[in-house]
């Protein structure tokens, strides 16, 4: 059973930094693409980021392009999200799941995403 559990999350200053962490069980994130979503309170779940199983091909919602950066660490079996310059419309509940299918690129959509985790909580305020 394939499952993902996230960490990292905090109260952070606007213009702050956090990185989050997916630590997967019972798999290898380098044989899976790995996505990050986040929901906010009374919205609906939003795409973050994504990695290819390959690891050299990613992908960003405009809203976070260039303030955040995922990755992959084979050695450690984990993945990350750096968030960097956060801003109060970045609070939510972020998650990490599994794309459910292999190729050479990541999706952007959360349908095809399994196994997401509890998430944790990013809180950006002064």
């Known amino acids: 059973q394939l499952q993902l559990a996230e960490s990292g999350g905090g109260l952070v200053q606007p213009g702050g930094s956090l990185t989050l962490s997916c630590k997967p069980s019972?798999?290898?994130?380098?044989?899976?693409?790995i996505g990050w979503f986040r929901q906010a309170p009374g919205k609906e779940r939003e795409y973050v980021s994504c990695i290819n199983t390959a690891g050299e091909s990613t992908n960003y919602a405009d809203s976070v392009k260039g303030r955040f950066t995922i990755a992959k660490d084979n050695a450690k079996n984990m993945a990350y999200l750096l968030m960097d310059n956060l801003k109060p419309e970045d609070t939510a509940m972020y998650h990490c799941?599994?794309?459910?299918?292999?190729?050479?690129?990541?999706?952007?959509?959360?349908?095809?995403?399994?196994?997401w985790g509890h998430g944790t909580q990013v809180t950006v305020s002064s």
């Open positions: 799941a599994v794309q459910v299918w292999m190729g050479d690129f990541c999706s952007r959509i959360w349908t095809e995403y399994a196994s």
């Open positions: 019972g798999f290898y994130v380098e044989y899976y693409a």
